[in-house]
T-cell receptor
Framework: AQSVTQLGSHVSVSEGALVLLRCNYS??????LFWYVQYPNQGLQLLLK??????LVKGINGFEAEFKKSETSFHLTKPSAHMSDAAEYFC??????????????FGQGTILTVHP | DTAVSQTPKYLVTQMGNDKSIKCEQN?????MYWYKQDSKKFLKIMFS???????INETVPNRFSPKSPDKAHLNLHINSLELGDSAVYFC??????????FGPGTRLLVL
């Protein structure tokens, strides 16, 4: 069984400050890991993904995440927050070779607020 | 062109009614999914089809019935709607187990 825990349901930063959104996962098989962003009343947009290549993954809008197997973590970071980054962020895990055929298990989401 | 589209975008209906939500993808993917996002924004998979074959069927009431007429379409029919069915329903598609691309969601409100 897989699970995802996002630490902190709300994160608030000032514009220009570092963004750090935490994600820890549990998986019995090597995982694929994803971060999605959801703007108000919109669908989910893929920010970045880890699929067993480089452990440091760069995504859109200046975001990146590092896969750390020893810590079972996949935290999302951005060096300098913009007002437009305000949204809800979801971490998700999918198994690579199991029988659940690409089923995504999501964390509970983290709402990012950016203050001027 | 929209990659994954859903209709309708909003659906308001009475308890006990039957309704359908449609999903279409023009990405040429072979796998499609339905997810439910509840009022607390928690996302959970409901169903998945690969090449029109049902491959994931989570613990979902049998009032929910997915149908895939072809690889590009996955519809969701809901019978005897209940208040607890109010949620946002997302369709997604992928090529095999690769990255899933989501539609804009259908906001269902059952009164």
């Amino acid at each position: 069984a897989q699970s995802v825990t996002q630490l902190g349901s709300h994160v608030s930063v000032s514009e220009g400050a570092l963004v750090l959104l935490r994600c820890n996962y549990s998986s019995s098989v090597p995982p694929y890991l994803f971060w999605y962003v959801q703007y108000p009343n919109q669908g989910l947009q893929l920010l970045l993904k880890y699929t067993s290549a480089a452990t440091l993954v760069k995504g859109i809008n200046g975001f990146e995440a590092e896969f750390k197997k020893s810590e079972t973590s996949f935290h999302l970071t951005k060096p300098s927050a913009h007002m437009s980054d305000a949204a809800e962020y979801f971490c998700a895990v999918s198994d690579k070779g199991g029988t659940s055929y690409g089923k995504l298990t999501f964390g509970q989401g983290t709402i990012l607020t950016v203050h001027p | 062109d929209t990659a994954v589209s859903q209709t309708p975008k909003y659906l308001v209906t009475q308890m006990g009614n039957d309704k359908s939500i449609k999903c279409e993808q023009n990405l040429g993917h072979d796998t499609m999914y339905w997810y439910k996002q509840d009022s607390k924004k928690f996302l959970k998979i409901m169903f998945s089809y690969n090449n029109k074959e049902l491959i994931i069927n989570e613990t979902v009431p049998n009032r929910f019935s997915p149908k895939s007429p072809d690889k590009a379409h996955l519809n969701l029919h809901i019978n005897s709607l209940e208040l607890g069915d109010s949620a946002v329903y997302f369709c997604a598609s992928s090529q095999e187990k690769k990255t899933q691309y989501f539609g804009p969601g259908t906001r269902l409100l059952v009164l």
